[in-house]
């Protein structure tokens, strides 16, 4: 994100008036003692965004649902702030093992969902065609460039 | 009109069936798909987290691939049609970030000329519609049908709201023009707008968490006495139809109500040979694709 991106979202954020729509709209704060994007929010502005988050865990358990953005008074796009939190957590190698194989699927076959022969079959007796290849040496060099490639290595467990 | 098909990851591997239903109706409603090697879209639940830079190098490999042939997209996931219009939104829109990818392509990725449709936009246009009506042969008449679009379908709405830039918020009616123009009967019940759940199960493994959310959504569909939850987004199919059998294991009294993607019980209406849309991949029976 540029220096003036930064400013523009703490601008934003400096917006919030802690009144927890963002929280009582969200289903996963129903479920999961801990998880509280108005509290992040709150950290975010008393620590910055990079010391927000301790416990990396929690912010992963968000459905992208965007709900919380959706019915806040202000427009806050916290969803947005989610996925950043989430990313640096991610480059610092702390990455939820299913979507460490999701990623190492797509950088495989250029599919999240794991290719079989039983699906091949199955596609076949209902008159489909085989999958198509795809351009896994284009997929796997996006990867590289993005710093992707990194996170499927298994020192990141 | 010639469109190019995303089918996405999900569908043609683990739901084919939803893939002939939808090949079906496309050539009953004038849709000549178009078959492309794309890759994963990919998911907003997935790589974006990990990597919001990768995730938008991907969708922009994806879309630049449409637009070299000239096309729009079609998408039949809520997760893919989300992914690639809000790549696109962006590329179009924030010039630091269309920077950004440029050094990744070597040059402009794309010219935003490609735009993206889901699948029910696409058929709850005025003339579609009049076809869906003068084609049906398997009226869905008696059916009291709950909609569930799935987040990503509808929201954030400054990504998925329309063309002008007004919101479809709370909530579109693509599907709802769809089905009453089959014979459907609509049922409204609580909360339509809140989300399946599916997400807290297949990232992060919290599995009961995820089916109670799942619940707070049946507790509602179950009250307005629906006979069948239809969405077009296939994430959040796996989760009313596996997440229902799993309830139903614990719970002998689990009401258990078939979920269908739009393009089977479209594909079904229109007469589609029942036997090539895989009725029976369904934990939770769903009547209308069997045989």
Same mark, same amino acid.
């Given at each position: 994100?540029?220096?003036?991106?930064?400013?523009?979202?703490?601008?934003? &954020?400096?917006?919030?008036?802690?009144? $927890?729509?963002?929280? =009582?709209?969200? +289903?996963? /704060?129903?479920?999961?003692?801990?998880? !509280?994007?108005?509290?992040?929010?709150?950290?975010?502005?008393?620590?910055?965004?990079?010391?927000?988050?301790?416990?990396?865990?929690?912010?992963?358990?968000?459905?992208?649902?965007?709900?919380?953005?959706?019915?806040?008074?202000?427009?806050?796009?916290?969803?947005?702030? &989610?996925?950043?939190?989430?990313?640096? $957590?991610?480059?610092? =190698?702390?990455? +939820?093992? /299913?979507?460490?194989?999701?990623?190492? !699927?797509?950088?495989?076959?250029?599919?999240?969902?794991?290719?079989?022969?039983?699906?091949?079959?199955?596609?076949?007796?209902?008159?489909?065609?085989?999958?198509?290849?795809?351009?896994?040496?284009?997929?796997?060099?996006?990867?590289?460039?993005?710093?992707?490639?990194?996170?499927?290595?298994?020192?990141?467990? | 009109?010639?469109?190019?098909?995303?089918?996405?990851?999900?569908?043609?591997?683990?739901?084919?069936?939803?893939?002939?239903?939808?090949?079906?109706?496309?050539?009953?409603?004038?849709?000549?798909?178009?078959?492309?090697?794309?890759?994963?879209?990919?998911?907003?639940?997935?790589?974006?987290?990990?990597?919001?830079?990768?995730?938008?190098?991907?969708?922009?490999?994806?879309?630049?691939?449409?637009?070299?042939?000239?096309?729009?997209?079609?998408?039949?996931?809520?997760?893919?049609?989300?992914?690639?219009?809000?790549?696109?939104?962006?590329?179009?829109?924030?010039?630091?970030?269309?920077?950004?990818?440029?050094?990744?392509?070597?040059?402009?990725?794309?010219?935003?000329?490609?735009?993206?449709?889901?699948?029910?936009?696409?058929?709850?246009?005025?003339?579609?519609?009049?076809?869906?009506?003068?084609?049906?042969?398997?009226?869905?008449?008696?059916?009291?049908?709950?909609?569930?679009?799935?987040?990503?379908?509808?929201?954030?709405?400054?990504?998925?709201?329309?063309?002008?830039?007004?919101?479809?918020?709370?909530?579109?009616?693509?599907?709802?023009?769809?089905?009453?123009?089959?014979?459907?009967?609509?049922?409204?019940?609580?909360?339509?707008?809140?989300?399946?759940?599916?997400?807290?199960?297949?990232?992060?493994?919290?599995?009961?968490?995820?089916?109670?959310?799942?619940?707070?959504?049946?507790?509602?569909?179950?009250?307005?006495?629906?006979?069948?939850?239809?969405?077009?987004?296939?994430?959040?199919?796996?989760?009313?139809?596996?997440?229902?059998?799993?309830?139903?294991?614990?719970?002998?009294?689990?009401?258990?109500?078939?979920?269908?993607?739009?393009?089977?019980?479209?594909?079904?209406?229109?007469?589609?040979?029942?036997?090539?849309?895989?009725?029976?991949?369904?934990?939770?029976?769903?009547?209308?694709?069997?045989?």
């Amino acid at each position: 994100m540029s220096e003036s991106a930064k400013e523009d979202r703490l601008g934003k &954020l400096r917006l919030c008036l802690q009144c $927890a729509v963002c929280t =009582g709209s969200c +289903p996963v /704060a129903r479920v999961i003692d801990g998880y !509280n994007p108005r509290e992040i929010i709150l950290r975010c502005l008393l620590y910055g965004e990079d010391k927000a988050v301790t416990d990396a865990d929690t912010v992963w358990s968000c459905l992208t649902c965007h709900t919380c953005e959706e019915r806040c008074p202000h427009g806050i796009s916290v969803g947005d702030l &989610l996925i950043e939190i989430m990313n640096r $957590a991610a480059a610092e =190698g702390r990455l +939820p093992a /299913a979507i460490r194989q999701t990623i190492a !699927n797509i950088a495989r076959t250029g599919r999240a969902v794991p290719v079989s022969a039983r699906c091949e079959r199955l596609r076949k007796n209902l008159g489909l065609e085989p999958l198509r290849a795809c351009d896994t040496d284009a997929v796997q060099e996006l990867f590289r460039k993005c710093g992707v490639d990194k996170m499927l290595e298994p020192k990141c467990e | 009109m010639r469109i190019a098909f995303f089918p996405g990851c999900v569908i043609p591997i683990r739901y084919p069936g939803i893939e002939a239903a939808t090949r079906f109706l496309a050539a009953k409603t004038g849709l000549d798909l178009v078959d492309m090697s794309f890759h994963c879209c990919p998911s907003p639940t997935g790589l974006k987290e990990a990597s919001a830079g990768a995730w938008f190098a991907l969708a922009l490999a994806n879309l630049r691939m449409a637009e070299a042939e000239g096309l729009d997209v079609v998408t039949i996931c809520s997760g893919c049609g989300n992914t690639l219009r809000e790549a696109r939104k962006i590329y179009c829109g924030d010039e630091d970030k269309r920077a950004a990818v440029r050094e990744l392509f070597d040059g402009e990725a794309f010219q935003g000329r490609t735009d993206v449709h889901h699948l029910p936009d696409l058929l709850a246009r005025d003339e579609t519609l009049d076809r869906l009506e003068a084609e049906c042969v398997r009226p869905l008449e008696g059916l009291r049908v709950a909609t569930h679009y799935g987040c990503h379908y509808f929201r954030p709405s400054s990504v998925m709201g329309g063309e002008d830039g007004s919101p479809e918020y709370p909530l579109p009616e693509s599907m709802e023009l769809i089905l009453e123009s089959l014979g459907a009967e609509i049922v409204d019940y609580g909360r339509p707008d809140l989300c399946c759940g599916a997400a807290l199960a297949y990232n992060v493994g919290k599995t009961d968490e995820s089916l109670r959310v799942l619940s707070e959504k049946l507790d509602e569909i179950t009250r307005a006495e629906a006979d069948a939850i239809v969405t077009p987004c296939p994430a959040c199919l796996a989760q009313f139809d596996a997440g229902q059998s799993a309830l139903g294991r614990k719970d002998k009294d689990q009401k258990l109500t078939p979920v269908y993607h739009i393009a089977e019980l479209v594909a079904c209406a229109l007469g589609a040979d029942l036997k090539r849309l895989d009725g029976k991949r369904h934990k939770v029976k769903a009547p209308l694709l069997l045989t």
